[in-house]
């Protein structure tokens, strides 16, 4: 199973901020690569696929970046409803999820 | 609108089974892989299994081959999951989740709990 890294696991910010969330895969998926967001109780919601495809309906101050084995998630500004837990995960073999980022508030 | 609600957890004793369903709407159900995505209680995401569109394949987590079965009834817009041999590691929330083009999980359930102890 290919392993995917998330970092950090968990970062305190305030609104405004510019936040970036990585995630290392242990070989190259090309660009296979999907983020989401979790808030508590509630099921991931789909932000970004094939690394840098932003969703219909997601705010443009999300962004993806990266292929073969490191990507990056971007939050230009950082917005009250953007507190949550943030998963990468790859496609280009047997799914596999990152650790989690949980965006706390400063 | 896509709906995905799943049905079926519970509290089980280890070494027992349990039955989860997934009822699905609102999309070409035979024309999407699906998958069993879960979520131990305070930890990451999980995922289990998932099923080609004619449920010609199946793929499956090293840590429940032999234990848990993913089936198909696209006549019945359905997924399941056959979980026997639970153990206390299995439990968590079980996710239904379609596949997008060209990857990603683009729809989830609500989750169903499973909770395995004696």
């Known amino acids: 199973a290919i392993q995917l890294t998330q970092s950090p696991s968990s970062l305190s910010a305030s609104v405004g901020d510019r936040v970036t969330i990585t995630c290392r895969a242990g070989?190259?998926?090309?660009?296979?690569l999907a983020w989401y967001q979790q808030q508590p109780g509630k099921a991931p919601k789909l932000l970004i696929n094939?690394?840098?495809n932003l969703e219909r309906g997601v705010p443009s101050r999300f962004s993806g970046s990266g292929s073969g084995t490191d990507f990056t998630l971007t939050i230009s500004s950082l917005q009250p409803e953007d507190f949550a837990t943030y998963y990468c995960?790859?496609?280009?073999?047997?799914?596999?999820f990152g650790g989690g980022t949980k965006v706390e508030i400063k | 609108e896509v709906q995905l609600v799943e049905s079926g957890g519970g509290l089980v004793q280890p070494g027992g089974s349990l039955r989860l369903s997934c009822a699905a709407s609102?999309?070409?159900?035979?024309?999407?892989?699906l998958s069993w995505v879960r979520q131990a209680p305070g930890k990451g995401l999980e995922w289990v299994a998932n099923i080609k569109r004619d449920g010609s394949e199946k793929y499956y987590v090293d840590s429940v081959k032999g234990r848990f079965t993913i089936s198909r009834d696209n006549a019945k817009n359905s997924l399941y999951l056959q979980l026997n041999s639970l153990r206390a590691e299995d439990t968590a929330v079980y996710y239904c989740?379609?596949?997008?083009?060209?990857?990603?999980?683009?729809?989830w359930g609500q989750g169903t709990l499973v909770t395995v102890s004696s």
């Open positions: 070989q190259g998926i090309r660009s296979s």
């Open positions: 609102g999309f070409t159900f035979s024309n999407h892989w």
């Open positions: 995960q790859q496609f280009y073999s047997d799914p596999t």
């Open positions: 094939d690394a840098s």
């Open positions: 989740a379609k596949e997008g083009d060209p990857g990603g999980f683009d729809s």
